[in-house]
């Protein structure tokens, strides 16, 4: 029954390192959806909950009395600022460059107590009116979400990376009530790649999501707005202008986070906070609508009840809080601020169009700023297409929208040299930023699907007939323990030095070693090729693979089923395989 169970779990790890197992990986997708959706109603009902007691309506930060203005963002910073101040530095890293940064560097493990702290600064922070969105801390949540079950069931790091996207996609889609953006987002922005073994579980995840979402919340439509349409082509120059306005704007805020994040490994998180709070607090006295996500200010925008001058001065004080917030490391994202500044902005650009050609809508100009910002500042054009999409419910939006994002996204990476706003904030906090196709590639698949599996493991020294029954079983390599370094020898060279005549006209002295029949086979010394060889854990990728030969100068790996337990002997552990240069080589060619 054993060696029957032992089979059966080989030949799933085997697939999923492979990346075959799909209907398991669906499964397991459904799980991580149900989790990250309840995770993420939790959030929203923590963040969302405790406004009923000092705000007339959700997001209404405008009814407040301006010394409350100024002292409920100043109060929740320091208020963090101490959090952090006591977490451990290893526990603060949060949000989507922290997902980012143990995807592509930690084999997407997220570590639980950073995910905790996620959950409760990031409620805080929007509770407390800081110029933030809420996806950040989803993704966060939704990410440790599908990490903690890949984790659990010791899956292969590949299948790991696939369950960290589905977790990303369920708490999107949970978040806005978005599964089709939630699925692109997790593609495009996370894992960084389109594949059908990636597609099919991150979509019923995003489901999932959407379903924990809808049960909790009700099903209704982010932004309720008339079927406005586009009425005229010559409104496209305008949007042109729009979008141009936009992808500059994008490169601001892109350019800032360069300055300001590294500020964040120089300076405590109580002085950052301080003075996010004490900006913020100062900035809300004058301009309320800065306070939370703005998605109030957001609707009015769209719905073409805020001036021009309101317009232009939410823009730069929400760019300016916003800015400052994300920048010194308070825990909350961007997407919701970036939506509300391409609101303003097309809002603006739609009054502009009205006054002076007497056509336009700025509801539609709105909507359409809001994807082109959302796409530059990303660099996510599909994602935020789809987004506005499914939080307008206005296909109207679509033509005009895929114009100006591709606009703002050329203006924002080709004319200020900036990329998406992950990869500036990776590159300015010293971590690696985008991996290489070539990197993304061999992450793809688990060492057990391309390894050797014709070893033996053997002792130092054997005698002749240990040998002989040893060549018997037919192995390609053979491990040989009891050294400092273990060592992979093939099986040839002993099979060769068995069938070499004894000179029997040789002294003792003169004799080789092993020999005489009556000595053991020394095999660290009899002649051959000789690799020395260093561990890997059986769940690892062939990116971790190659990172491991580089690291540790070995010839070869040696895959060991316990060896991620804490077991690195040969001689003691269960080895499943090996894995030679070549065989990285011939995956990465084929």
Known sequence: MKRRKASVRDRLQLKLAAQKALPFLVLLALIIGICAGVVIVAFRQ??????????????????????????????????????????????????????????????????????????????????????????????????????????????????????????????????????????????????????????LPVIIAAVCGSVATRLAFGHHVAFNVAPIQMESLGELPILFVTALILGALASLFVVSQRHLSPLQQRHSPLLRFAVVGLVTGTIAVYVPEILGTGYDTLELAILGQLGLATLAVIVVAKLAATALATGLGIPGGVIGPSLVLGACVGGGAGHVANHWLGIGSPGLYAMVG?????????????????????????????????????????????????????????????????????????????????????????PQKLDPAQAESLIEQQPAWLLVGGGQVPQLLRTADLANFLQRPRDTSATAEEREPGRDPEEKIDLLRLPGERLELAPLSWRATLLEAQQQLESSGAGALYVGRDYDQGNPGVLDSDVAGIILPQHIESYYRQ
């Open 46 to 199: 923590l963040s969302e909950g405790p406004t009923i007691f000092y705000l007339p309506q959700l997001e209404d930060f405008e009814a407040l009395p301006p010394l409350w203005r100024f002292l409920l963002p100043l109060t929740g910073a320091l208020i963090l600022g101490l959090l952090f101040q006591w977490s451990a530095p290893s526990g603060r890293p949060t949000g989507v460059v922290h997902v980012l940064d143990r995807l592509h560097n930690h084999q997407g493990k997220m570590p639980m107590k950073n995910a905790l702290l996620q959950f409760f600064s990031g409620s805080l922070a929007l509770l407390s009116g800081q110029s933030i969105g809420r996806e950040g801390p989803a993704v966060h949540l939704g990410a440790a979400s599908g990490s903690w079950v890949a984790q659990r069931l010791r899956l292969p790091h590949n299948s790991g990376r696939t369950m960290l996207g589905c977790g990303v996609a369920a708490a999107i889609a949970a978040s806005f009530n978005t599964p089709l953006a939630g699925v692109i987002f997790a593609m495009e922005v996370v894992m960084m790649e389109y594949t059908v073994a990636g597609f």
């Open 370 to 458: 809001m994807a082109a910002m959302m796409g530059a500042l990303l660099n996510a054009p599909l994602a935020a297409l789809l987004a506005i999409l499914e939080l307008t419910y206005n296909a109207n939006v679509l033509f005009p929208a895929m114009m100006t994002i591709v606009v703002a996204t050329l203006t924002s990476r080709q004319l200020f040299a900036t990329e998406g706003i992950y990869q500036e904030s990776l590159r300015a906090l010293g971590k690696s930023g985008t991996p290489s196709w070539r990197a993304q590639m061999l992450s793809r698949v688990g060492v057990t699907s391309v390894m050797e599996r014709a070893i033996a493991v053997a």
